[in-house]
Structures are given as structure tokens and as C-alpha cells.
């Protein structure tokens, strides 16, 4: 069964950086889409970035092109999500969610709490 584990979440002032961590296990990593999405209060979950950790093929939401950086540690199971200039808008809870790249099915991690102060 995978297994994901988020950390890196916090409080921030508005300008800040902060980095997420996804720890994965229980499965090949490579044969895995890793994404990030979030979810703000009253609001439905949406999908940040993602990477492919096989080749390193990447994708961003328009809202964040520029700001927010996704990589991978393949020898760590590991993909981190580096966001700088955030914004109050970029409040929410924060998923990881790893999707097989060849069958029908993905995980869900816990969620980490992002607060960006104005």
C-alpha cells in the first residue's frame, strides 16, 4: 500500500518561501505521477504542479508559474514543492497525491497547512 507523508507546511508573511515535502513508499516510485494540490476554505481542491520523477517532465497551474518550483529526489522517494512569493490566495491545505502513470489509481497523503499572512 503507498504511502504519503507531506511536511513543510506553516505560517508565513506574505513575500515568504516555504518548501513541502512528500515522502513516498510502499510502491516503484518511477511508475508514479507526483502532484501537489490544495484546498482553501470553501473552496474545491485544486491541482498546483506535478512531476514525473521517471524523466522530470513538470507542469504548473498558471496561478503559480514562476513562483513555485516541484523537483523530485528519486533516491529519496521525495518530492519537494518550493514556493517563493507567496500570497494570501495561496492559503490552504496542501495534498500530495501520487497517481499511476500506467493504471487506474492514486493516494492521497494527509494534507499540510499552508497560512500565508497579509
Known amino acids: 500500500e503507498v504511502q504519503l507523508v507531506e511536511s513543510g507546511g506553516d505560517l508565513v508573511q506574505a513575500g515568504g518561501s516555504l518548501r513541502l515535502s512528500c515522502v513516498f513508499s510502499?510502491?516503484?516510485?518511477?511508475?508514479?505521477?507526483i502532484g501537489w494540490f490544495r484546498q482553501a476554505p470553501g473552496k474545491d481542491r485544486e491541482g498546483v504542479s506535478c512531476i514525473n520523477p521517471s524523466d522530470g517532465a513538470t507542469y504548473y497551474i498558471d496561478d503559480v508559474k514562476g513562483r513555485f518550483s516541484i523537483s523530485s529526489d528519486n533516491a529519496k522517494n521525495t518530492v519537494y514543492l518550493q514556493m517563493n512569493s507567496l500570497k494570501p490566495e495561496d492559503t490552504a491545505v496542501y495534498y500530495c497525491?501520487?497517481?499511476?502513470?500506467?493504471?487506474?489509481?492514486?493516494?492521497w497523503g494527509q494534507g499540510t497547512q499552508v497560512t500565508v499572512s497579509s
Open positions: 510502499g510502491d516503484t516510485f518511477d511508475d508514479y505521477a
Open positions: 497525491n501520487a497517481a499511476h502513470r500506467l493504471l487506474s489509481y492514486d493516494y
